[in-house]
């Protein structure tokens, strides 16, 4: 596991960096690159110097795009809100697993631009990828979202992967 255990029960503390994502017609997000992921070692040199567990990305717009090695999503109003592919994310397994285990539940997902006064308004917010699976984030430049602690969607989430993994072994596609 990329985070420690107490992480998953309480929450992380993420942080926006200055480093942006770069255009998808500049870099192909969908190729793992030294060149897509320098942005992100600098963004998580940055997000370290600050004691935050993960930096939050946008892209040259300004939109919410991506965590430095993770996928972001919000909760609004019981349903899920992540950023769509074309501003230049990966599309990480982790994150298609989540969509699809949530559509199950009949959890609502929707792909969307994001900004941050979403992020920070936003019920709930979790983070998915290989290594962190799926981490709550609880504050987010020092705001806390939502009550400050997990919330049940993003708890509700956990267990349903944990438990896909355990049945089918890790996502592949």
């Known amino acids: 596991a990329l985070y420690p255990q107490e992480m998953y029960e309480t929450g992380l503390e993420i942080?926006?960096?200055?480093?942006?994502?770069?255009?998808?017609?500049a870099i192909e997000p969908r190729i793992k690159s030294l060149g897509k992921y320098i942005g992100n070692i600098l963004a998580k040199m940055e997000a370290n110097r600050v004691g935050a567990g993960e930096g939050l990305m946008l892209?040259?717009?300004g939109y919410?795009?991506?965590?430095?090695?993770d996928n972001v999503f919000i909760v609004r109003e019981g349903a899920l809100l992540t950023p769509?592919?074309?501003?230049?994310?990966l599309?990480?397994?982790t994150r298609g697993t989540v969509i699809e285990l949530a559509r199950k539940l009949g959890i609502p997902v929707s792909?969307?631009?994001?900004?941050?006064?979403d992020v920070y308004n936003a019920d709930e917010c979790f983070l998915t990828g290989t290594a962190a699976e799926v981490i709550p984030a609880v504050k987010v430049d020092g705001r806390a979202?939502?009550?400050g602690r997990p919330g049940p969607v993003t708890q509700r989430l956990i267990a349903e992967f944990r438990a896909f993994v355990a049945e089918e072994g890790v996502p592949i596609g």
């Open 145 to 147: 979202i939502g009550s």
């Open 91 to 93: 599309e990480g397994i």
């Open 84 to 89: 769509p592919p074309h501003i230049g994310i």
């Open 111 to 117: 792909e969307q631009l994001m900004t941050l006064y």
């Open 64 to 69: 919410v795009a991506e965590a430095t090695g």
């Open 59 to 61: 892209n040259c717009d």
């Open 15 to 25: 942080v926006t960096v200055s480093t942006r994502v770069p255009q998808a017609q």
